[in-house]
């Protein structure tokens, strides 16, 4: 079965340091891999996912299938990225998806 | 387009009393799938509907949970006789074929 790993609950940092996400995942095939954010009040939204490799909002992550990682990145953070992020695993297009545990970033000014 | 809505936002049942989750999903989707958020955890997936289909319920409990997504009318998520480990925030989603899941804001549950 599938899983993802979340292994930073809170990740606290300061306005312009770089964030960087962890997440881990395990699956024998090729799944596709999502960053999700859900900011305070809101509801939760796709940030990014691995096949369209964009940059959203100054944020990047790199599938990297050696070490089934998918680590969100942003050299600048600002204070509105404060929120929770959750990655997250779909075995194929459709498929339900299997989310990590999450992660709450909080930027200081 | 309002986007994925969920009713009752908040939901207070007392132990063995059921509880009626509805999700309206976004315009032209025919696709909806309910996750359970359990206290300091992530998202959990219960069930993925289809128009009058159950595709997917490998994460529903066996016992007292059922889910229904009608010719007409929202999806529904059942909880019988509930306890207080149902107490969760309820989360559905909705997708065009095989596309982006979209989020509604969700159904907290709270079983005293």
């Known amino acids: 079965a599938q899983r993802v790993t979340q292994p930073e609950k809170l990740l606290s940092v300061f306005k312009g340091a770089p964030v960087e996400l962890k997440c881990n995942y395990s699956y024998s095939g090729s799944p596709e891999l999502f960053w999700y954010v859900q900011y305070s009040r809101q509801r939760l939204q796709l940030l990014l996912r691995h096949i369209s490799r964009e940059s959203i909002k100054g944020f990047t992550a790199d599938l990297n299938k050696g070490e089934t990682s998918f680590h969100l990145k942003k050299p600048f953070a600002q204070e509105e990225d404060s929120a929770m992020y959750y990655c997250a695993l779909q075995k194929a297009a459709g498929n339900k998806l299997t989310f990590g545990g999450g992660t709450r970033v909080l930027v200081k000014p | 387009n309002a986007g994925v809505m969920q009713n009752p936002r908040h939901l207070v049942r007392r132990r063995g009393q059921e509880a009626r989750l509805r999700c309206s999903p976004m315009k032209g989707h025919s696709h909806v799938y309910w996750y359970r958020q359990l206290p300091e955890e992530g998202l959990k997936f219960m069930v993925y509907?289809?128009?009058?289909?159950?595709?997917?319920e490998s994460g529903m409990p066996k016992e007292r949970f059922s889910a229904e997504f009608p010719k007409e009318g929202p999806s529904i998520l059942r909880i019988q006789q509930v306890v207080r480990g149902d107490s969760a925030a309820y989360f559905c989603?909705?997708?065009?074929?095989?596309?982006?899941?979209?989020f509604g804001p969700g159904t907290r549950l709270t079983v005293l």
């Open positions: 509907l289809q128009k009058e289909n159950i595709i997917d």
């Open positions: 989603a909705s997708s065009p074929e095989r596309d982006e899941q979209f």
